[in-house]
Structures are given as structure tokens and as C-alpha cells.
């Protein structure tokens, strides 16, 4: 049974940071890893790691291709003062083994090419560079004491910070998605476009997103 946290324990104080961002090379859908290094005083029996990331938009410095293609999440630039924000990416639960003093682990974050999430919409109008992001850590971490199981809080604010390559995210999506992105339709409007597609006897998708836009003079 875990005992009650006395007000006068010290639990360990953890401290963690991203160390990289890399692409899953076998999941069943597109997977980023991120490595996080713990550092803690002390043995930990575990700890129960809720991690929330953000991509924090307003740390970037972002080319005027990028803000033509971002209006959609952000309005014209001339209002980004005030319409520029953070976007929420992801939230995973990680349970980290014991440790003595540091370990490295992994928190997996799912992908998606749904260009109706905003976060995929910001990823995919970056050209080059870098996504700054934010790491929000709460949780409990678990120790003994007194030849007592105990646990604690991780304190509010505990967060790390990333620059994150933009060729890592590209390279998860090439990976699954090799020359392709995804749309989403509804039936009606699907229906509709395939009907265009059969009468005019085109031979893919492609070729019938291209004949509209060239009849639209795009």
C-alpha cells in the first residue's frame, strides 16, 4: 500500500531535459520519439510522467512564404501581435522504471497528416529550421523512506524547452507518406468528385485536383 506523503518527507527533486527527437522506424503509425534525461536525488522506484507539449509559434522567426501559408491558423501578418499563440501538440503518460541518480527515457508522440488539427497545418508550413517547443511535466514520482513507499507530487511548472529540427517531423511523414499528403472530405463533396473524375476519364487523384485547378486558373 502507498503511505501518505508527510508534509516533513523530502522527496526526490527531479529535474528533466529533452536530449533529441527522432523518428519511430517500426510503428504502426507515424511515431516522433522524444529521449528525456531525469536527473534525481537519490533512488526513485518510479515515476508516473504526464508530459504535455506545445509548440510555442511565437519563439520562431518565420520567413514571408511561411506567414503567407500560415494566414489560415494566424490571420495576416500585420495581426500576428496579437493572433500569434502557441499551439497544443500532444499529452502521453510515461511510466519511467527505478533509477539511481539519471536515466534516459521515452516519450512517443502519434502523428498525423489530418490537416484539420492545427498543429499539422503549422508543421507542414514550415519550410526549413527549427520548432520551438514546450515541455509541461506533471505526475508522481515514487520513493522509499523509512523502509516506507511513498510519493509525491512532481512540483507545478517542472518544463524543459526544444528546438526541434523541422526535417525530423518531415522525415516521420515522408517515412509513411513518401510524396503525398492527405485531405479530408465529406461524403457529399467526395461524391461529387468522383463523379468528375469518371466523366472526364482521368486516371488519378492527382490529375483530377489539377484539371479543377487549371479550369479555376490556378
Do not use: N
Request: proline share 6%; glycine share 6%; net charge negative.
Amino acid at each position: 500500500m502507498t503511505a501518505v506523503l508527510p508534509e516533513a518527507a523530502s522527496p526526490p527533486r527531479l529535474r528533466i531535459t529533452v536530449e533529441g527527437a527522432e523518428a519511430v522506424g517500426f510503428a504502426a503509425s507515424p511515431t516522433l520519439r522524444f529521449l528525456l534525461r531525469i536527473d534525481g536525488d537519490g533512488d526513485v522506484r518510479s515515476v508516473l510522467l504526464t508530459t504535455r507539449i506545445r509548440i510555442a509559434a511565437p519563439r520562431r522567426t518565420h520567413t514571408a512564404e511561411e506567414k503567407e501559408r500560415l494566414a489560415e491558423l494566424f490571420g495576416p501578418p500585420a495581426e500576428w501581435g496579437r493572433t500569434l499563440h502557441a499551439l497544443e501538440w500532444a499529452q502521453t503518460v510515461t511510466q519511467v522504471p527505478p533509477f539511481t541518480g539519471s536515466t534516459v527515457t521515452a516519450v512517443d508522440v502519434p502523428c498525423t497528416y489530418d490537416f484539420d488539427v492545427a498543429a499539422t497545418k503549422y508543421l507542414h508550413c514550415l519550410a526549413d529550421g527549427e520548432v520551438p517547443l514546450e515541455f509541461l511535466f506533471t505526475g508522481t514520482v515514487f520513493y522509499e523512506a523509512d523502509g516506507r513507499l511513498l510519493a509525491a507530487r512532481i512540483p507545478h511548472g517542472t518544463g524543459a524547452e526544444h528546438r526541434m529540427p523541422v526535417r525530423v517531423w518531415r522525415d516521420v511523414m515522408d517515412r509513411y507518406f513518401p510524396s503525398s499528403a492527405w485531405l479530408r472530405l465529406s461524403r457529399e463533396v467526395f461524391d461529387r468528385l468522383y463523379a468528375y473524375r469518371v466523366r472526364h476519364t482521368l486516371l488519378s487523384w492527382d490529375e483530377t485536383v489539377d484539371a479543377l485547378l487549371r479550369a479555376g486558373g490556378e
